[in-house]
């Protein structure tokens, strides 16, 4: 999980849409994720999900641009 900068723009409304989804504030994801020395297995596994998804999305963007430039 480290490496991603969860205040950049693809990234960043992950946490909000898991809160969303879990009906767990914001905050206290954050803190079981990555203040904890090991995360909470039941959310990082939704966090890595919701990231993989992200960069599909992301390569797919990529790839769409490279055909049209």
């Known amino acids: 999980m480290k490496g991603v900068d969860l205040r950049r723009y693809p990234f960043r409304g992950i946490l909000k ?4 989804e879990t009906g ?3 905050s206290i994801i954050h803190k079981a994720l990555f203040k904890r020395k090991t995360p909470n297995p039941e959310l990082a596994a939704l966090f890595n999900r919701k ?3 992200r960069n599909r999305e ?3 963007f990529k790839r769409s641009i490279r055909q049209v430039v």
């Open 24 to 26: 767990i504030d914001v």
């Open 17 to 20: 849409e898991m809160s969303e």
């Open 58 to 60: 992301i390569k797919k």
């Open 51 to 53: 990231l993989q998804v």
